[in-house]
């Protein structure tokens, strides 16, 4: 199993790989998915991911197995397209100026 600080870097690594998937630019959306533990939302593992038009078992509990490509079986939640989530999300968001801004993160 990977440390915190271990999958925070996994994490923000994923975060990038989603926003380019979607296409979008963003530091305050990198935050916050880089923030976001999909596990919190997934329940117990091994979780069932999508390899190859099927649904398989990650090989463990490990957090790592959810920050790779591959759709969680939770789509209906919005936890399984995070693509999907990042596009939409970027086209909601709107920057404030001054010391009203806050990040994604911190609100």
């Known amino acids: 199993m990977f440390s915190e600080c271990e999958l925070a870097v996994v994490r923000r690594a994923y975060a990038k790989q989603i926003l380019a998937a979607a296409r979008v630019k963003g530091d305050p959306l990198e935050a ?3 923030h976001v533990c999909r596990e919190h939302f997934l329940g117990p593992g091994p979780w069932p991911i999508l390899v190859y038009e099927k ?5 463990n509990a490990d957090p790592v197995c ?10 209906v939640s919005g936890v399984g397209v995070p693509a999907v989530m990042a596009r939409t999300a ?3 968001l709107e920057p404030c100026a ?4 806050r990040s994604a993160v911190e609100a």
């Open 98 to 101: 001054g010391p009203e801004r």
């Open 66 to 75: 959810l920050y790779t490509k591959p759709m969680t079986k939770k789509v």
């Open 32 to 34: 916050a998915f880089a």
């Open 55 to 59: 649904y398989v078992l990650t090989p």
């Open 90 to 92: 970027w086209g909601q």
